[in-house]
Structures are given as structure tokens and as C-alpha cells.
């Protein structure tokens, strides 16, 4: 379901991209082009039991179905809104016993919503689920495996007094949440926890360097325009994280979407140089960039493996010996050693070492900041958890710099409704005001900030994740 203001965009033939979306007026920075409910989501197999099944909020204590005992939600209201989507999977779950993975599920309640509604377009949407791109011609043969076995378990799961669907239809439903399947976010926005099917999102197309960027907020999608965009100009978004060589997005793009991109980015190689930057003096050889090269992946391998097993304090050795490799070959651009310093410092700031953390955490943002958007999210999160670390370690004018700055980006990218820019706007607040009482007496200050450390318990930072930070699409791997 959309939720207004889709008369701003309407749908055209983009070249060489096929249908796109465009502005039917102008937009500026933080503008809200769109909003849009899911036409179906479902939340992760991994997380069935602690995010609500409606709303998709982390909750400590979940209510779950009396019937089913799968569906889970935060009280009654949402398992009330759930109903009308987990009737007909109430019964098919009770029925087949077990409940099947969240990419059958998906597709289940899409098919009941068809069977309710008819194919035709819902109110509010510029494309039906059925006119989707499902890009089945293009799978592998690992993808085409994978098919036939969940529509195998899709037609065990599927209820007998339900409207039958041709196995053509059902490979398309299949094929339209592999490439156009949307990541849903917990309320704080730094957890992938569910999948979603947004009908009008999906005529979106990618830009490396996009104009727009899509949030999920209180159980919504919002395209947010990142700067000026005219009337008439194609709206785009970037499906994947800029931060690469443009090759690698290319192959990765090709591999996830079946498209080649042709944004200009990808085109003149632009931020490239950047990204595989090197020292300039002295300029190291060529075969000592190719070997650094190589021992950064070498080491990233084994930074996996050991953080896989919980040995934090390997993978701050690892990193430290690598970085000091690093540091006359490559500059502080380079996308491997972006990769260490985002590490390390995260990994540092679980361990309390902030003091050394906020160093490396420093390193990064300003290499993020000279190659990503300025008002790319990703900049946004990396810049206010390094701001948290500068605070953590006690540097109170870095650490209310960054986490002004962050808020600024996050004001464009999330609104100011967000859950993450309201708990950034309050330590903006409380920033400043420590950074008052250090101007007029650092003594004071630090004797102060002592004295609250030790009276209360210390936070603990979350336990550094192998995940990645949530991508806009989501892609069954």
C-alpha cells in the first residue's frame, strides 16, 4: 500500500534500463519523494522470535499465535493488523506441520494477497506484483536448483482449498523476491531483520551515484531525495555499498541483478584512483602494491575466521600488523585499508580500548568522506559511531564534531523521525553541553566525567558483527 505523494514520480522508459521512475516536480535535499507500505514482508528465519511479525521492532517479550505458535508480535494491536496476512499462513503452518523458510513464506502470503485482491494494480501502485522483473531466464544453475526445491516445498505448504497457481506464475512470484526483494531494518535502522516486496520501489533503478536513498521507517519504506533533482529527471538509487573499485560493483551487480551498469561512475572509472590509492612519496613500486594487495586479503581471510570464533583480541593483531604493512604502500583511501581501519576500530571499541579506537575510527572517516556522497547513510552510521568512540575516549570537541556532522547527513537520509536521528539529536544536545563545561574548565570537566563513569555502569558496545551493515536489497545468497 502506498501512503500518498505518488503523483510526484511517474513511470517512463528509461534508456537502455528499461521502465525507470521520474520527478514529476522539483526536489531538495531531505525531501520525502514517496512512501510506500510493503505489499507483502516477512521477517528473517534467524529472527522469527525476537522482532514482531507486524511492525518488525526488536522486543524483548513477544506474544506469540495461540494457534500456529510461530507468528510472533509486540501485543494485541499488532497481532490484531497481522491477521488479515497470517490467517491463511496460521493454517498452512498447523497443516504442514513446519514452518518453511522466509523465501517460501514470502512468496505464500504474496500469492494469498493476489488471491485476494486479483492481479491487477492496488490502490496506490504504479505496477502490479505480476509486471515485475523476475529475471528466472538469467539464473544459474545453482539458482535454478534452488528454485525447484523451494517451489516443491511451496506446493506441500500451499493449502488445497486455496486458489491453485500455474508453476509459471509461481517461478515469477520466486524470481520477482530474488531480485526485488527489499531489506527490512529493526527501528534503530542497524539490523537487517525481515524482506519486503514494495511494488512502486521496484521500478527504481540504480545509480552508483545515486539521487536518492530509500529508509525504512516505522514500518515503511521512504524514498528521500539526497540533493536538487529537477522535474523530469529519472530518480535512482544505489542497490549496493559504493565503496569498491568500479569492476567489482560491476561483476557484483551482473552476479546479484542481471544488468550491466552504465551509471557514469562505473563508466570513467571515477573514484578509482581513490579507492586503490597508493602513497605518493615515495611512490611505492608496482610489485610492492601487488603484494600488499594480496597479504590485505590474505589477512582479511583469516580476520574472518578468527572473529567467526569470537578471538577479538587476534583480530586487533591482525589488523594492527597489517595497517603498519599498509602504511607505506597504500594511502588512507585505499579500500583495504578502509576495510582494517573499520574493523579494528570496531573490534577496539567492544574491547573499551577506546582511546586507541577513536584513532583508528578518525583514519576512516575522513578517508569515507572523501569518496562517499555526503549525504550517503552508510557515511552517516560510520561518522556517528566514530563520534561515539571519540566520546568514549574522552576527546569531547572530535567527538561532538562528528557527531554534529553525522546528525546533519542523518537528518537528510533517515528525517528526523527516525528513531536513530532522535537518539543522535539528544547526544548532539548532550555533547555540546560537555563541551561547554570543557571550555570553561577543562579540570572540572574531566574530574566530572570521572566521577560519572564511576558511579555508573560502563556500555558496553555491542558485540562486533561478520554481518555487514543492512543493504538497501535484499538478495537470497
Not at 533533482?229 to 569498491?244: A, K
Request: glycine fraction near 6%.
Amino acid at each position: 500500500m502506498t501512503i500518498g505523494k505518488m503523483e510526484n514520480v511517474e513511470v517512463f522508459t528509461s534508456e537502455g534500463k528499461g521502465r525507470g521512475l521520474k520527478a514529476t516536480k522539483e526536489f531538495w535535499a531531505a525531501d520525502v519523494i514517496f512512501a510506500e507500505r510493503a505489499y507483502s514482508a516477512v521477517v528473517f528465519d534467524s529472527l522469527v522470535n525476537f522482532v514482531c511479525h507486524t511492525c518488525f521492532k526488536r522486543q524483548e517479550k513477544l506474544h506469540h499465535c495461540g494457534q500456529c505458535k510461530f507468528a510472533r508480535y509486540c501485543d494485541r494491536t499488532c497481532q490484531k493488523d497481522a491477521w488479515l496476512n497470517h490467517k491463511n499462513e496460521c493454517l498452512a503452518i498447523k497443516r504442514h506441520g513446519k514452518v518453511p523458510n522466509e523465501n517460501i513464506r514470502l512468496a505464500a502470503r504474496i500469492m494469498w494477497r493476489v488471491e485476494r485482491e486479483g492481479t491487477g494494480l492496488t490502490e496506490g501502485c504504479l505496477v502490479s506484483v505480476d509486471d515485475l522483473q523476475n529475471h528466472v531466464e538469467n539464473f544459474g544453475e545453482e539458482e535454478q536448483k534452488q528454485l525447484r526445491v523451494d517451489m516443491d516445498t511451496f506446493l506441500q505448504y500451499w493449502l488445497p482449498q486455496s486458489q491453485q497457481f500455474s508453476m509459471q506464475y509461481i517461478s515469477h512470484i520466486f524470481g520477482v523476491i530474488n531480485c526485488n526483494g527489499f531489506t527490512l531494518s529493526d527501528q534503530r535502522g542497524l539490523q537487517a531483520v525481515g524482506v519486503g516486496i514494495f511494488p512502486n520501489l521496484g521500478l527504481v533503478n540504480h545509480d552508483c551515484w545515486p539521487n536518492c536513498t530509500v529508509i525504512f521507517n516505522n514500518g515503511k519504506i521512504e524514498l528521500r531525495a539526497l540533493g536538487k533533482i529537477s522535474e523530469g529527471e529519472e530518480l535512482t538509487v544505489s542497490y549496493i555499498d559504493f565503496l569498491n573499485v568500479s569492476e567489482e560493483r560491476k561483476k557484483q551487480l551482473k552476479k546479484q541483478y542481471y544488468f550491466d551498469c552504465t551509471c557514469e561512475h562505473c563508466q570513467k572509472g571515477l573514484k578509482d584512483d581513490l579507492f586503490l590509492g597508493v602513497k605518493e612519496d615515495p611512490k611505492p613500486s608496482q610489485d610492492a602494491v601487488k603484494e600488499m594487495t594480496q597479504c590485505s586479503k590474505d589477512t582479511l581471510e583469516k580476520i574472518d575466521k578468527a572473529r567467526s570464533e569470537g578471538l577479538y583480541h587476534e583480530v586487533v593483531k591482525l589488523c594492527r600488523e597489517c595497517l603498519q604493512k599498509q602504511e607505506s604502500v597504500f594511502s588512507d583511501t585505499n579500500i583495504y585499508t578502509l576495510r582494517m581501519l573499520s574493523i579494528v576500530s570496531e573490534v577496539l571499541s567492544y574491547l573499551q580500548a577506546f582511546e586507541e579506537a577513536s584513532h583508528y575510527a578518525s583514519r576512516m572517516v575522513d578517508g569515507y568522506m572523501k569518496l562517499y556522497h555526503p549525504n550517503n547513510a552508510q557515511l552517516g552510521m560510520a561518522v556517528m559511531r566514530a563520534g561515539l568512540t571519540n566520546w568514549h575516549a574522552g576527546n569531547i570537541e572530535v567527538g561532538h564534531g562528528m557527531i554534529c556532522k553525522a546528525y546533519a547527513i542523518l537528518l537528510v537520509t533517515h528525517g528526523p523521525t527516525h528513531p536513530i536521528t532522535k537518539d543522535l539529536e539528544a547526544m548532539r544536545v548532550q555533547t555540546e553541553m560537555e563541551l561547554r563545561l570543557f571550555r570553561q574548565n577543562e579540570f572540572m570537566y574531566h574530574k566530572m566525567r570521572e566521577a560519572a563513569l564511576n558511579n555508573q555502569p560502563m556500555q558496553v558496545m555491542a558485540e562486533p558483527s561478520s554481518e555487514p551493515a543492512p543493504s538497501l536489497f535484499h538478495k537470497k545468497q
